[in-house]
């Protein structure tokens, strides 16, 4: 049984933050605990845009405070995302994340990601594994 708190994971390698200064992530269940998925709560700023492109993971999202307008970038298809609103990339959708205020939410990710994860030019997260045998008991 693993036991923690996202205050736990503040100021460790488990708090990631965006080269692009728009968000940032406590990584509270990563690859290393092999439970074959990932739990983060994520923050993006108010008044950023992110777009992002999960084409090597599954994302669920689901918005505990904030307001964002979500744009399915391959459909122009706009949602309004408001504490309470899950969506779900099940289809690897290029999309982005415009921030309206403060947007809090937390998100799951299959296959997990290791925590050193970061987007690249293309809003991709790569797919990198994680080698450590035993599960990190914090």
């Known amino acids: 049984m693993i036991v923690r708190s996202f205050k736990d994971i503040e ?3 488990r708090h990631v933050k965006a080269k692009s200064g728009t968000w940032e992530s406590k990584r509270i269940v990563l690859a290393k605990e092999r439970v074959g998925f990932s739990l983060h709560e994520t923050v993006l700023y108010a008044g950023t845009e992110t777009s992002m492109w999960y084409a090597n993971h599954i994302e669920a999202v689901v ?4 307001e964002a307008e979500l744009t399915n970038d ?3 298809e706009k949602h309004t ?3 309470g609103v899950m969506y779900l990339l099940d ?3 290029k999309h982005t994340m415009r ?3 403060d947007f809090r939410c937390l998100c799951v990710f299959n296959p ?3 925590g ?3 987007h690249d030019e293309n809003g991709v997260y790569p797919v990198l594994t994680e080698p450590d045998p035993e599960p990190e008991k914090v």
Do not use: Q
């Open 81 to 83: 995302i408001t504490p």
């Open 112 to 114: 997990p990601v290791t």
């Open 11 to 13: 100021g460790t390698d």
């Open 99 to 101: 921030i309206k205020e």
């Open 63 to 66: 918005c505990v405070e904030g």
């Open 116 to 118: 050193r994860e970061d």
């Open 91 to 93: 289809g690897h959708e």
């Open 74 to 76: 391959e459909t122009g």
